[in-house]
């Protein structure tokens, strides 16, 4: 079992920057691929981000690819996702998850991923 908690979330305006951390707890992190998905009101959750165990593999949203970053720290169990040039449009619910590293299958889809946080608000201002 392994618990997310998910912080750094808030009311931003448009351009502006954010960053959100998410702990982990229980199992050995370095064993989790780590992905960060977000959902907006009335709409499907999505993938953002994700992060291989080491930290040395990313793959991003082609919505967020070259305003975000997602980095990792096994050492003290956090994954963080560093959102610069925020739009409106990234407002929405963003979530941690785990997904057990050897298990195979797309860091992308929701299905993949074992352990989920409850969530942090982001909210961009226009």
């Known amino acids: 079992q392994v618990q997310l908690v998910e912080s750094g979330g808030g009311l931003v305006q448009a351009g502006g920057s954010l960053r959100l951390s998410c702990a982990a707890s229980?199992?050995?992190?370095?064993?989790?691929?780590m992905g960060w998905f977000r959902q907006a009101p009335g709409k499907e959750r999505e993938f953002v981000a994700a992060i291989g165990v080491s930290g040395d593999y990313t793959t991003y949203a082609d919505s967020v690819k070259g305003r975000f970053t997602i980095s990792r720290d096994n050492a003290k169990n956090s994954v963080y996702l560093q959102m610069n040039s925020l739009k409106p449009e990234d407002t929405a619910v963003y979530y941690c998850?785990?997904?057990?590293?050897?298990?195979?299958?797309?860091?992308?889809?929701?299905?993949?991923?074992?352990?989920w946080g409850q969530g942090t608000q982001v909210t961009v201002s226009s």
């Open positions: 998850a785990a997904k057990w590293a050897s298990s195979g299958g797309s860091w992308r889809m929701n299905h993949e991923y074992l352990y």
């Open positions: 229980g199992r050995t992190f370095s064993n989790y691929v």
